[in-house]
């Protein structure tokens, strides 16, 4: 199975994307699914977690700018950022915490392949 991110690109300050992360294939669950960025010089930081329970949390730094939600039914994760800034630009990866494809697998971790965020002031 593999994370498809998409929605990333260039905006300018104060504007809005909304990044999503679909799995390749049919899933049955995940335990929790995050986003992670990596700004260049930088580590790589948590931005947010849904759990599977649907428990949301944030990094502070976007705490009331982003928000973190989840289509199951589409295996698909999105993170609306809003008033974005120029400290938001990084590559975005989502990062699927015990994703299991069926009733009695192994869970196991993946990460996506990262879509580019940048912010102009």
């Known amino acids: 199975v593999e994370l498809v991110e998409s929605g990333g690109g260039l905006v300018q300050a104060g504007g809005s994307l909304r990044l999503s992360c679909a799995a390749s294939t049919r899933i049955l669950s995940i335990d929790a699914i995050s986003w992670y960025r990596q700004a260049p010089g930088k580590q790589r930081e948590l931005v947010a977690t849904i759990t599977d329970n649907g428990v949301r949390k944030y990094a502070d730094s976007v705490k009331g700018r982003f928000t973190i939600s989840r289509d199951s039914a589409k295996s698909t994760v999105y993170l609306q950022m809003n008033d974005l800034k120029p400290e938001d630009t990084a590559d975005y990866y989502c990062?699927?915490?015990?994703?299991?494809?069926?009733?009695?697998?192994?869970?196991?971790?993946?990460w996506g392949q990262g879509t580019r965020v940048t912010v102009s002031s």
């Open positions: 990062f699927a915490d015990g994703l299991r494809l069926d009733y009695g697998d192994n869970a196991y971790d993946y």
